[in-house]
């Protein structure tokens, strides 16, 4: 079965500085990888996908994630974080075969200190 | 503009008192799907459709009901609501399954009493 593990709920970083918010999956096959986010009172926004070649993605608003398969890890990335960062932030799975269905990590919110 | 638009936005209600969140797409996708987001758990699949009259279960499908008798709509019925049902409901499209880059409506926060 595919899981997702979203290390730490919480991620607090000072304006300007490295965004890093953790993602691990698991999965039997080859996997289509995204990070949603998620601002307050508002649906779920893709910020970036995996699927097959390029194993580093870029996404909108400055983010970028890395596909390791080694360390089935799909962490996302942003050099310099800006107050209007500050949202829930969801790593998600798939697989191409399936039903479709985003299996969704717990979640993780950013709050950006000025 | 394309869109994914749910409706009511907020709803309380009591146990017992049916009801239906409406969900409707703009797109022409054939896939669409309902999520229960709980806190901690992240989101979790109640049902999906793949297409006009195709529905199926997802992971938590227990005391809802889906149609889909047009592409565009995917109502999610609760017909006797319960108060374990209290979540934020988002109903989600894509072109199909297999691109799996689905489009979220803005959400639909439901309290049962």
């Known amino acids: 079965a595919q899981s997702v593990t979203q290390l730490g709920s919480h991620v607090s970083v000072s304006e300007g500085a490295l965004v890093l918010l953790r993602c691990n999956y698991s999965?039997?096959?080859?996997?289509?990888l995204f990070w949603y986010v998620q601002y307050p009172n508002q649906g779920l926004q893709l910020l970036l996908k995996y699927t097959t070649g390029a194993t580093l993605v870029k996404g909108i608003n400055g983010f970028e994630a890395e596909f390791k398969k080694s360390e089935t890890s799909f962490h996302l990335t942003k050099p310099s974080a800006h107050m209007s960062d500050a949202a829930e932030y969801f790593c998600a799975v798939s697989r191409s075969s399936n039903t479709g269905k985003l299996i969704f990590g717990q979640g993780t919110t950013l709050q950006v200190k000025p | 503009e394309a869109q994914v638009t749910q409706n009511p936005r907020y709803l309380i209600t009591v146990t017992g008192k049916k009801l239906t969140v409406t969900c409707s797409q703009n797109m022409n996708h054939e896939y669409m799907s309902w999520y229960r987001q709980d806190p901690g758990l992240g989101l979790r699949q109640i049902y999906y459709s793949m297409n006009v009259e195709v529905t199926d279960k997802g992971d938590v499908p227990e005391g809802y009901k889906v149609s889909r008798k047009e592409k565009r709509n995917f109502p999610l019925i609760l017909e006797s609501p319960s108060p374990n049902q209290t979540s934020l409901y988002f109903c989600?499209?894509?072109?199909?399954?297999?691109?799996?880059?689905?489009?979220f409506g803005p959400g639909t926060r439901l309290t049962v009493l």
């Open positions: 999965s039997s096959v080859p996997p289509y």
């Open positions: 989600a499209s894509s072109l199909s399954r297999m691109l799996n880059e689905q489009f």
